[in-house]
Nanobody, 121 residues
Framework: QVQLVESGGGLVQSGGSLRLSCAAS????????MDWYRQAPGKQRELVAT???????NYVDAVKGRFSISRDNTKNTLYLQMNSLKPEDTAVYYC???????????????WGQGTQVTVSS
């Protein structure tokens, strides 16, 4: 079994910064893409940023230039540096990872439990 545990959320004023972390543990053979999603009240979950195993990244337009996704493959940990935060960034942030648990080519997506980010105006 694989567990993803997020940390780093909290309450911050508009213009502030937060750094989210997501640690993956368990029976991990290999991790492919890792992603950050968010879900605001009354809205659908949306993909915020993604990073491949080798490093290329992608961002939703709303966060480009403000958020930075990174990963430490030696620690199976994903990060999201969030700068210049806005009230519309308020949401529960979830990490996701596509994981192989053995040497067969079967990939499974796992999710963390989410961490609340609240940006006050």
């Amino acid at each position: 079994q694989v567990q993803l545990v997020e940390s780093g959320g909290g309450l911050v004023q508009s213009g502030g910064s937060l750094r989210l972390s997501c640690a993956a543990s368990g029976s991990i053979f290999s991790i492919n893409d890792m992603d950050w999603y968010r879900q605001a009240p009354g809205k659908q979950r949306e993909l915020v940023a993604t990073i491949s195993m080798s490093g290329p990244t992608n961002y939703v337009d709303a966060v480009k230039g403000r958020f930075s996704i990174s990963r430490d493959n030696t620690k199976n940990t994903l990060y999201l540096q969030m700068n210049s935060l806005k009230p519309e960034d308020t949401a529960v942030y979830y990490c996701s990872a596509t994981v192989r648990v053995d040497d067969t080519y079967i990939w499974t997506r796992y999710w963390g439990q989410g961490t609340q980010v609240t940006v006050s105006s």
